[in-house]
């Protein structure tokens, strides 16, 4: 059996669609899920000006029980990734409109997506573009065999789920860092009003956490609320406070004029 393979880009014109929009529309009819009898099998978006290398990645991912789309400019590409949400983007560098690398970077700001890029030949200057880009995960070069885009769908698709774990791990690290500093400082408040140690404070954050069924840094966080609230009550009291003392100092005095002014001894005077 003869496997496809993808010839060298040809000259020949590419079609300019009316709506990129439209055009991801319709394809969205034909993106359906992968064959259930095949594994490791992907919803793709391959991308390329010349009609034959569309017809290779048609041929050769629908074989390996890929789904998969296709699209004839850089802003069809973009769009019909915002439509069609693939698994994988599999693009020429060289696109009418918009080229492979800037349709990248125009979809993974809005949604990451694992990219292959396929050349005939790779300057420096697309390769330094490329490296921008941490969703670009591969680059391949033309003729491509189908043997080879397979390996590399598998790389990328590897190296993408690796890397989203990485992201994911360091979120909740940071997020649990977050969550640390404020148990922290709900512990010194509860700790302050309610004239506790600080180790009683933290077994009453906890019992109140698991008496409601909620996370302790929920309850850390609706405790530094109340504190704000409570401190601004305190604040006003002090700031009304003040303001009495002043005003009965003021009666005792029979004025507002500090005693020994002219003023004063002038009102005492018979």
Known sequence: MNTPSLPHASASPSPQPNSHSQEACLNAAA???????????????AADSDAASLHFYQDALHAQGHA???ARTGPALVEMCRVLQPDLVVTEVKLPGMDGIA????????????????????EPLTVARALVNDHIL????????????????ALAARRFERMENWRAEAALAQQT??????????????????????????LRLRKMASDTNRRLSEVAQEILQSAEIFRALEH?????RDRSEEKWARRRTGGAHPVGSASFSSRRMP
Not at 31 to 45: A, D, G, L, S, W
């Open 103 to 122: 349709a990248a970077d125009a979809v993974c700001r809005e949604r990451p997506i694992p990219f292959i890029l396929v050349a005939s030949s790779y």
């Open 236 to 240: 006003s009291g002090v700031a009304e």
């Open 138 to 153: 591969t680059c391949l070069s033309k003729p491509l065999d189908g043997g080879t885009l397979s390996a590399a769908l």
């Open 177 to 202: 860092l977050q969550d640390r500093k404020l148990v922290e400082r709900a512990k010194e408040a509860v700790a302050r009003f309610m004239g506790v140690g600080e180790d009683e404070a933290f």
């Open 31 to 45: 993106f359906k899920e992968p064959q259930e009898n095949t594994t490791h099998c992907y919803r793709i978006v």
């Open 68 to 70: 998969v789309c296709v």
